[in-house]
């Protein structure tokens, strides 16, 4: 058995993880870390970012190097020997990061299921993502969201594209003062501008939220949006999963691939999102696929900023033997250190940059 | 604890007064020295004074929960925070300007000197205009004077500085104010006590006549 303490927050989270997904029936997708280049510019603003590392292969073929998994994986899983397809993976994705602008490498976990997808599905994905998230600390926060209740709010306003992309903006950053700004340039009443800055102001505790949010849905999009968080809200709170999974409207993901639920994860002492998904009917559409989906990723490099500090020690025991020394009995000396459970670092002299909590000397 | 970043300077004085007029007082902060952190531990509120056009990183890197930023540093840098306020003060435009005889014909790449890169481009793009970026980083004014530019966008706030110059303001692209900021991850859990800031400051900020 591995002492607790070898194993860093990434690899530890992915192996329960591993577990976790496993022990629900999902299976492990792997896949090459290339992907035709062609799949990208077809679904460009389904990335986080435009920007892609292109190759070519020997043959001549545009390559990129993976920016996002659930597209290969919906390229890579037709319908057929399933009607539905669960997987997970363990990736890593090449972005640009939005705070140097460079290219960066990010390894995702993650889980997609894709196919015939009802209730029973949405509420197991989103409680695998809670269980995730616990997964690596109990002081979690998972918000959840609905793009069809966003969309149908901001389509009642009826006023195009740009005041689409504007508006879901100001939601995302639950800037209530600018909503009116918007409203009032767009020559939107202002009942529909109360409207939104309410969905804004929306947000924690999920029975309180329903309630508040009830009122406000008065469209039949609106209404069956409302219907769906109410079920899962349901399912949820019959599972014990209760104060940190949380309705929040301003986890806004791109309309034109997301549909459904959305939904974001936070863990304490970690200054971003740590998880995020949703369900992307609408992708799913723009590929002609007739089949719904539903996924999440998990960042596990983030993970590194919980990653405790050390005792400050390099090594518990450093080993100076003399050149002359008999090889046999400075490795009969590391042996039985070793086996006290220290670690020992053997050198014939002392090291410069190497912190030690004892030193040890063979002639 | 709060960590809340005010820009340094004049504006970040007023923020302070309103902080500390909403119950967030930290006496020592007023003593003239080189300290730039300042700690009230019974109210659970550590202040620190940065860079204005830094603000937003602290916010947005988790290093400070709350912050108060210039409009205009938001629309450059697109930060990912929530913008929970608008505090109405340190009110000022951002704008095109250029020489008084300046007219824009259309008949050729358009030449705008510019310390905000982004707006500048996104403004541009907006009405379609053809645009070569000039990134200066001060004294954006002398740009036309000199024939550097054809036009600038800057931040006007009396156009004083524009007036004394022979340049005029061409057209508005946004009106900028300062604005309270908050690390979306942070208002995850710490929501209750950003709440209740925030409620403290909006019956702080003055409302236009």
Redesign the interface.
């Known amino acids: 058995m591995l002492p607790e303490n070898l194993l860093k927050n990434d690899e530890r989270a992915m192996l329960a993880l591993r577990s976790l997904y496993n022990s629900y029936g999902y299976r492990p997708f792997k896949m090459s870390k290339f992907e035709e280049y062609e799949l990208y510019v077809r679904n460009k603003d389904f990335l986080v970012s435009d920007r892609v590392i292109t190759f070519n292969d020997t043959d001549g073929r545009l390559l990129a190097l993976k920016p996002d998994v659930t597209l290969s994986i919906i390229k890579n899983t037709r319908a057929g020997a399933y009607d539905k397809h669960k997987v997970y993976y363990n990736e890593n994705v090449y972005r640009v990061s939005?705070?140097t602008g460079q290219f960066k490498e990010i390894m995702q976990m993650g889980l997609e299921c894709i196919g015939d997808i009802d209730t029973t599905d949405v509420f197991e994905v989103v409680s695998l993502a809670a269980k995730s998230l616990a997964t690596v600390s109990s002081?979690y926060?998972l918000?959840i969201s609905h793009m069809g209740i966003i969309s149908a709010f901001i389509a009642e306003c009826e006023r195009g594209s740009n005041f689409t992309r504007k508006m879901t903006a100001l939601i995302s950053?639950?800037?209530s003062?600018?909503v009116y700004t918007l409203c009032e340039q767009y020559g939107v009443p202002s009942e529909k501008a109360d409207m939104l800055a309410s969905l804004i102001g929306i947000y924690?505790e999920r029975s309180s939220a329903l309630k508040r949010l009830e009122p406000l849905c008065t469209s039949e999009d609106a209404k069956a949006a409302l219907c769906e968080l109410a079920s899962l809200d349901k399912l949820l709170t019959e599972h014990g999963i209760t104060d940190k999974v949380r309705f929040d409207f301003?986890v806004v993901n791109n309309m034109n691939y997301y549909n459904g639920i959305v939904f974001k994860g936070?863990?304490?002492g970690?200054?971003?999102?740590v998880l995020a998904g949703g369900a992307y009917d609408n992708l799913l559409r723009t590929m002609k696929q007739d089949r719904r989906g539903i996924g999440f990723a998990l960042y596990l490099d983030l993970l590194e900023e919980l990653e405790e500090e050390g005792d400050g020690y390099d090594v518990d025991v450093l080993l100076v033997y003399d050149s002359k020394a008999q090889a046999s009995s400075v490795a009969a000396k590391k042996d039985e250190l070793i086996s006290q459970g220290l670690s020992v670092y053997s050198a014939t002299n002392v090291p410069e940059k190497i912190r030690y909590k004892k030193i040890v000397k063979v002639n | 604890m709060l960590n809340i970043a005010l820009p340094k300077g004049r504006l970040g004085e007023k923020v302070y007064d309103m902080l500390e007029r909403a119950g967030y007082p930290c006496e020592a902060i007023k003593e003239n020295g080189r300290k730039l952190i300042f700690e009230n531990a019974e109210l659970g509120v550590r202040y620190f004074w940065v860079k204005p056009s830094d603000v937003s990183i602290y916010v947005?890197?988790?290093?400070a929960d709350i912050g108060i930023a210039g409009k205009d540093i938001l629309l450059e840098y697109s930060p990912?925070?929530?913008?929970?306020?608008?505090l109405n003060i340190g009110k000022c435009r951002m704008a095109v300007a250029g020489k008084k005889t300046f007219r824009d014909d259309g008949k050729r790449t358009l030449k705008v000197a510019t310390k905000f890169v982004n707006i500048a481009k996104a403004h541009y793009a907006s009405v379609s205009r053809d645009i070569d970026i000039i990134k200066l980083n001060g004294s954006i004014e002398i740009a036309p004077i000199l024939g550097l530019s054809d036009v600038i966008v800057d931040i006007v706030e009396t156009g004083t500085t524009l007036k004394e110059n022979d340049l005029a303001v061409i057209e508005t692209i946004v009106p900028i104010s300062a604005r309270l900021i908050s690390?979306?991850?942070?208002f995850?859990?710490k929501?209750a006590e950003i709440e209740k800031l925030v409620e403290g400051i909006r019956a702080q900020v003055k409302k236009d006549d």
């Open positions: 939005g705070t002081d926060v918000d950053e639950k800037n003062h600018e924690g301003s936070f863990l304490a970690i200054s971003e999102g | 947005e890197r988790g290093a990912d925070v929530y913008e929970l306020l608008d690390n979306k991850a942070s995850k859990f929501t």
